[in-house]
């Protein structure tokens, strides 16, 4: 009972944070048709602002959070500024290859403006220790995880519902020509989808690194493929899609853990995207992919 | 208040109007009209900034040149564009509160929406529904009431009678009516030559990219018969 207890909180967890990833790649897919591969670079710069303020200001972990959380965010809007923005209305495969293009070079800046080891963190792993609840011993780290997923989603939700400027997003999701027609300007559309992109990212930035405890240049790359297999899993550009996809991305991963036996532990993502592949035959779009047009457009 | 002078309009390499002259005066309603592909969608695209053009339109006296979609809106120019093209996934009252979008005075826009709810009672039936489960009609008043949320100095009108049922044409000319009553200008393509030219103060024939003829109503309309062979539609 209590193993099973473990493997659900387990499965929540990294669910958790593959939502948050999936969520901000989609985001910013539902408006620009962009698939951000620089999104991992976003969580990477995260990560090494927690050395520099460590090193620089302060170790204060509050600091260090609310810090990360704005390199990443700034970092995202910066991206969208410099990069993509001159090639926002080119064809989708020159986006991807800018996006491609620009994960490289950030991959490199940091490799040589940093150091290509990995750098340890450790003021994070206070967010990890292990707790004993009704008699099952859980880590703190999966709780903080599940729950902050879970309130970003609520008001994400409440965002998006609610604001006008959440409607004028889902808007331009169907139809981002006719959203500027009704005069609301496209540059600020993009500027906080990528920044709402942003601030997801730096949130997982904050619990990955609270379970890895060091930063090296490739430090997004994980998350970002996690992320885009949840995203193909749930229907890439659907919001729900991505949250979708991200849980059942760490129940099948969990599940694995528990079923294979122990001497199969290094086949696990071999038989993961197995599993995703399954799941594409029987629905090619991904689960809830958002619905085509149907019928006459006249 | 609008003036189109010698314009071009391109969609990539091809020219699809070939130097159009086009001027609509404060609370006149121009029609456009012509066969299909003749360059009226395109007109009203390079009015509103959705496709390139040469040639010169100026609005209200500034010139348009250089000004993006959405300061071309913001100057009050609102496009109710060929095949509706509602968000289907907002709710209706959404479409409504997005066509508002440049507008601060919250009031005005509340009680606004509640003018288009008394107007087409069916809208404020399914106010909190998909915009998307609206028939082809009740989309058409949502285009035309989302381009009006803007309060706008010209309603640009792409063919809003397409596709529907007469009755429910009857009643989209009856609104383009007492709007133009109500003093909107309004530039209006359409290829119901009959029902567009009884509502123009003015209008202009344009086939292959090329004007063919303008003139006023009673002009236009002795010309019809050549007209309707061109349009294909019979011009009693
Ligand atoms: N996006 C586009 N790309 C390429 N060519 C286009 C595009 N839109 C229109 N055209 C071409 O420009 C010409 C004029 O088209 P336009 O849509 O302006 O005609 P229209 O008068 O509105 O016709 P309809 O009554 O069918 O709506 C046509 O030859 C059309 O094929
Ligand atoms: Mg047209």
Same mark, same amino acid.
């Given at each position: 009972?209590? %193993?099973?207890?473990?493997?659900?909180?387990?499965?929540?967890?990294?669910?958790?944070e593959?939502?948050?990833?999936?969520?901000?790649?989609?985001?910013v897919?539902?408006?620009?048709?962009?698939v951000?591969?620089?999104?991992?670079?976003?969580?990477?710069?995260?990560?090494?602002s927690m050395?520099?303020?460590?090193?620089l200001?302060?170790?204060?972990?509050?600091?260090?959070?609310?810090?990360?959380?704005l390199?990443?965010?700034?970092?995202?809007?910066?991206?969208?500024?410099?990069?993509?923005?001159?090639?926002? %209305?080119?064809?989708a495969?020159?986006?991807?290859?800018?996006?491609?293009?620009?994960?490289?070079?950030?991959?490199?800046?940091?490799?040589?403006?940093?150091?290509?080891?990995?750098?340890?963190?450790?003021?994070?792993?206070?967010?990890?220790?292990?707790?004993?609840v009704?008699?099952?011993?859980?880590?703190?780290?999966?709780?903080?995880?599940?729950?902050?997923?879970?309130?970003?989603?609520?008001?994400?939700?409440?965002?998006?519902?609610?604001?006008?400027?959440?409607i004028?997003?889902?808007?331009?999701?169907?139809?981002?020509?006719?959203?500027?027609?009704?005069?609301?300007?496209?540059?600020?559309?993009?500027?906080?989808?990528f920044?709402?992109?942003?601030?997801?990212?730096?949130?997982?930035?904050?619990?990955?690194?609270?379970?890895?405890?060091s930063?090296d240049?490739?430090?997004?790359?994980?998350?970002?493929?996690?992320?885009?297999?949840?995203?193909v899993?749930?229907?890439?550009?659907?919001?729900?899609? +991505?949250?979708?996809?991200?849980?059942?991305?760490?129940?099948?991963?969990?599940?694995?853990?528990?079923?294979?036996?122990?001497?199969?532990?290094?086949?696990?993502?071999?038989?993961?995207?197995?599993?995703? +592949?399954?799941?594409?035959v029987?629905?090619?779009?991904?689960?809830?992919?958002?619905?085509?047009?149907?019928?006459?457009? =006249? | 208040?609008?003036?189109?002078?010698?314009?071009?309009?391109?969609?990539?390499?091809?020219?699809?109007?070939?130097?159009?002259?086009?001027?609509?005066?404060?609370?006149?309603?121009?029609?456009?009209?012509?066969?299909?592909?003749?360059?009226?969608?395109?007109?009203?695209?390079?009015?509103?900034?959705?496709?390139?053009?040469?040639?010169?339109?100026?609005?209200?006296?500034?010139?348009?040149?250089? =000004?993006s979609?959405?300061?071309?809106?913001?100057?009050?120019?609102?496009?109710?564009?060929?095949?509706?093209?509602?968000?289907s996934?907002?709710?209706?009252?959404?479409?409504?509160?997005?066509?508002?979008?440049?507008?601060?005075?919250?009031?005005?826009?509340?009680?606004?929406i509640? %003018?288009?709810?008394?107007?087409?009672?069916?809208?404020?039936?399914r106010s909190?529904?998909? +915009?998307?489960?609206l028939?082809?009609?009740?989309?058409?008043?949502?285009?035309?009431?989302?381009?009006?949320?803007?309060?706008?100095?010209?309603?640009?009108?792409?063919e809003?009678?397409?596709?529907?049922?007469?009755l429910?044409?009857?009643?989209?000319?009856?609104?383009?009516?007492?709007?133009?009553?109500?003093?909107?200008?309004?530039?209006?393509?359409?290829?119901?030559?009959?029902?567009?030219?009884?509502?123009?103060?003015?209008?202009?024939?344009?086939?292959?990219?090329?004007?063919?003829?303008?003139?006023?109503?009673?002009? =236009?309309?002795?010309?019809?018969?050549?007209?309707?062979?061109?349009?294909?539609?019979?011009?009693?």
């Amino acid at each position: 009972m209590d %193993y099973a207890i473990q493997q659900v909180l387990n499965a929540l967890s990294f669910g958790a944070e593959y939502a948050l990833l999936a969520l901000g790649l989609a985001i910013v897919f539902s408006i620009m048709g962009l698939v951000n591969f620089a999104h991992g670079e976003i969580i990477a710069a995260g990560g090494y602002s927690m050395f520099a303020i460590t090193s620089l200001l302060t170790g204060n972990p509050f600091v260090v959070i609310v810090g990360a959380l704005l390199v990443a965010v700034l970092a995202s809007v910066l991206l969208e500024r410099v990069a993509f923005r001159p090639v926002r %209305y080119a064809d989708a495969s020159t986006g991807l290859l800018t996006a491609f293009g620009v994960s490289m070079i950030l991959q490199n800046l940091f490799l040589l403006l940093v150091s290509p080891r990995p750098i340890a963190i450790t003021n994070l792993y206070f967010l990890n220790w292990p707790i004993e609840v009704a008699g099952v011993q859980i880590s703190t780290l999966q709780v903080f995880e599940t729950v902050t997923t879970a309130i970003a989603i609520c008001l994400l939700v409440v965002f998006l519902k609610k604001s006008s400027f959440g409607i004028a997003m889902r808007a331009a999701s169907l139809d981002f020509e006719m959203v500027r027609l009704m005069g609301i300007r496209a540059n600020r559309v993009v500027a906080v989808a990528f920044a709402v992109s942003g601030l997801l990212a730096g949130l997982a930035c904050i619990f990955i690194m609270a379970r890895r405890g060091s930063v090296d240049p490739t430090f997004g790359f994980n998350p970002v493929l996690k992320a885009f297999v949840a995203c193909v899993l749930g229907g890439f550009g659907s919001l729900p899609g +991505a949250v979708l996809g991200g849980f059942l991305l760490g129940a099948i991963e969990v599940g694995m853990l528990v079923l294979l036996p122990q001497s199969y532990g290094g086949m696990k993502e071999a038989f993961v995207f197995g599993i995703v +592949a399954l799941i594409l035959v029987w629905r090619p779009d991904g689960i809830l992919s958002p619905a085509v047009e149907k019928g006459d457009k =006249l | 208040m609008l003036e189109l002078h010698n314009v071009r309009v391109y969609h990539g390499p091809i020219e699809a109007v070939h130097g159009l002259s086009v001027s609509v005066s404060e609370g006149q309603c121009v029609v456009l009209l012509g066969p299909n592909g003749a360059g009226k969608t395109s007109t009203l695209s390079a009015i509103a900034g959705v496709a390139s053009s040469r040639g010169q339109i100026t609005f209200n006296g500034h010139d348009l040149e250089g =000004l993006s979609i959405e300061e071309r809106q913001r100057l009050g120019i609102a496009l109710a564009p060929e095949g509706r093209r509602i968000f289907s996934n907002l709710s209706v009252r959404e479409n409504l509160l997005i066509g508002a979008a440049t507008r601060t005075d919250r009031p005005g826009v509340a009680s606004d929406i509640d %003018y288009w709810f008394s107007t087409f009672p069916v809208l404020h039936e399914r106010s909190d529904q998909a +915009a998307g489960t609206l028939s082809g009609g009740e989309q058409q008043m949502l285009t035309i009431a989302r381009a009006l949320m803007s309060k706008p100095r010209i309603l640009l009108l792409d063919e809003p009678s397409l596709g529907l049922a007469p009755l429910i044409c009857k009643q989209i000319f009856a609104l383009i009516d007492s709007l133009k009553a109500q003093g909107m200008t309004i530039l209006l393509v359409e290829q119901n030559v009959r029902d567009a030219l009884q509502l123009a103060d003015y209008g202009y024939m344009l086939n292959s990219g090329n004007l063919m003829s303008e003139g006023d109503r009673e002009t =236009l309309s002795r010309q019809g018969a050549s007209m309707s062979t061109l349009t294909g539609i019979n011009h009693t």
